[in-house]
């Protein structure tokens, strides 16, 4: 079995707004082979960015764009291909957007694996230890406190034990910073789970005093408070912080997430499988459960991303929450067949072959934008 296409398919939706959701657009990478079979996959970085790297002709033998490298190799062989890509791109690859180009690539690859063998992709991966994971509705602050409450209340009521609210206009004020927290947990009420998503906004003396005033709002996490590249910053503050610490969506690859994980940088490690790929988010899940900390998904964008990180994460024994994107996008709601959505605060892992995902084609026909590989 071989290689034949690598199809990049970018989708983006109407209107666009100006706002951290990757639920507004996506690059899906198709991989075909001789014999008819086809794996899916999609990155999440800026999908013309990614669909270069995959376009990208021979320059040399270590700038090289992925779909030279791909032809012609047979996809079973996932290990040796990651080691492939990651040599032939090293001159412009090695970190970022090249490894989460890679990432989609791997996804897909998995993806084909699970059907040719009529397995789900956990089932590979080693087996899994849950078969559904408590998720928490993910979704942007409101403008105010008192938006945020009224956001919050929605979720709880449709059946979510836990809420994160993240990013803007968190960062603006002390003022407003502890007014959307009291919000959140005004909303969700006293007995279920608040997670606060910081969106990189403050200096680590900054971050300590919030998350102290955070903890008499009883949060579960601290995300994201720093700029993603202060790992000194980040051990200090974790160090000292009264709340759990939590990153790494940044993060692509094994080589980024080393340095966190050798320093003890964090209490939970979010990893996002549209940047990383089964085959290194597997490397990494075991290298965090040794220094006993703990994984979570990362995870705004597609079913796609939703069934990839659902495969990964109930392979985790200590799996213990799921993040559940509740953004109003069709991208996030309609591109598959399949509804990946948790019901009364529980999220199901697919049993289905591959990923066990089906896309709806007539729905990436309406949102298709741009197409190569054919």
Known sequence: MKITHVICQVLRIEDVEAKAAGTQDTVIIRIRTDDGLEGIGEADASPEVVKSIIDAPFSHTIACG?????????????????????????????????????????????????????????????????DHIPAYASILFGRDGSETREIAQRWREAGYGAIKFGWEPMGESEALDIELVRGGRDGIGGENTLLIDAGC????????????????????????????????????????????IAAGEGECGRAAFRPWIDRHALDVYQVDLARNGFTEAAYIRQRVEEIGARVCNHCYKTPISVAAC?????????????????????????????????????????????????????????????????
């Not at 993806?111 to 956990?122: A, C, M, R, S, T």
């Not at 955070?214 to 912080?241: H, K």
Request: proline share 5%; charged share 30%.
């Open 66 to 130: 992925l779909r030279e490298i791909l032809i012609g190799e047979d996809p079973l062989d996932t290990d040796r291909i990651w080691s492939k890509m990651y040599r032939r791109t090293m001159y412009y690859g090695r970190r970022g957007v090249a490894i989460t180009a890679m990432a989609g690539v791997d996804l897909a690859l998995w993806d084909l694996k699970g059907k040719l063998f009529n397995q789900p992709v956990w089932r590979l991966l080693g087996g899994r230890y849950h």
């Open 201 to 244: 906004v403050w200096d680590a003396r900054t971050a300590l005093r919030r998350a102290e005033a955070f903890n008499d709002y009883g949060i579960g996490w601290l995300e994201e408070p720093l700029e993603q590249d202060d790992i000194d910053g980040y051990v200090w503050l974790r160090d000292r912080s009264p709340v759990p």
């Open 310 to 374: 659902l495969h990964w994460i109930s392979t985790s024994k200590s799996a213990f929450i799921f993040e559940d994107c509740v953004e109003d996008s069709p991208l996030r709601h309609e591109l598959t067949h399949e509804k990946l959505q948790a019901v009364d605060g529980l999220i199901a892992v697919p049993d289905g072959p591959g990923l066990g995902i089906t896309l709806d084609e007539r729905f990436v026909e309406r949102f298709l934008v741009s197409e190569s590989g054919r």
